[in-house]
T-cell receptor, first 118, second 112 residues
Framework: GAVVSQHPSRVICKSGTSVKIECRSL??????MFWYRQFPKQSLMLMAT?????????EQGVEKDKFLINHASLTLSTLTVTSAHPEDSSFYIC??????????????FGPGTRLTVL | DAKTTQPPSMDCAEGRAANLPCNHS???????VYWYRQIHSQGPQYIIH???NNETNEMASLIITEDRKSSTLILPHATLRDTAVYYC?????????????FGGGTRVLVKP
């Protein structure tokens, strides 16, 4: 089956530092990956669409200079939270869609990365 | 994307069928109905999706009404591991860049 991994699974950092989160599709190629954020007891909120070889598309209200997205290959997208602050503490989840999925529309989600900013 | 309405929570008995309703009265003709679930502190898991016809796979069945304004996800024999938040999402798929907009979902608790 299609597997998406994220690294790290948990990260604790000091306020003001930057944190990079990786999202990998392990057994398929993904031209498009998505990044979500989930606060405690809330639903997932789409932050941005990561497109291989081009700039990411950010949802309204998401600062592109704060959440840097790079999708350098068909199997890897990274999200960098720059100058992190305590309010950025959240559960970050990526998803990917198999570029060869054809009519199949499902996305596969990673296990998530829990970021805690002190 | 059309919005969906789901009950915030429901309990079901282990071994029994769980029927999860979803209303999507403003669904457009090109929008699919997707179901995902999220077990605590994990990423969402795809369950099933459909457009007009009822669908069945190894996990669940999806029943879509003829007018497509509502649907029901059926877990045929619920187990304790089915305890999760279940999200019903409508989206035109590729036409919307394959974006998924998550609502509040239904928190399902399977009890022994």
């Amino acid at each position: 089956g299609a597997v998406v991994s994220q690294h790290p699974s948990r990260v604790i950092c000091k306020s003001g530092t930057s944190v990079k989160i990786e999202c990998r599709s392990l057994d398929f190629q993904a031209t498009t990956m998505f990044w979500y954020r989930q606060f405690p007891k809330q639903s997932l909120m789409l932050m941005a669409t990561s497109n291989e070889g081009s700039k990411a598309t950010y949802e309204q209200g998401v600062e592109k200079d704060k959440f840097l997205i790079n999708h350098a290959s068909l199997t890897l997208s990274t999200l960098t939270v720059t100058s992190a602050h305590p309010e950025d503490s959240s559960f970050y989840i990526c998803s990917a869609r198999n570029r060869l999925a054809g009519r199949k529309e499902e996305q596969f989600f990673g296990p998530g990365t829990r970021l805690t900013v002190l | 994307d059309a919005k969906t309405t789901q009950p915030p929570s429901m309990d079901c008995a282990e071994g029994r069928a769980a029927n999860l309703p979803c209303n999507h009265s403003t669904i457009s003709g090109n929008e699919y109905v997707y179901w995902y679930r999220q077990i605590h502190s994990q990423g969402p898991q795809y369950i099933i999706h459909g457009l007009k016809n009822n669908e069945t796979n190894e996990m669940a069945s999806l029943i879509i009404t003829e007018d497509r304004k509502s649907s029901t996800l059926i877990l045929p024999h619920a187990t304790l591991r089915d305890t999760a938040v279940y999200y019903c999402i409508v989206s035109p798929g590729k036409a919307a860049g394959n974006k998924l907009t998550f609502g509040g979902g239904t928190r399902v608790l399977v009890k022994p």
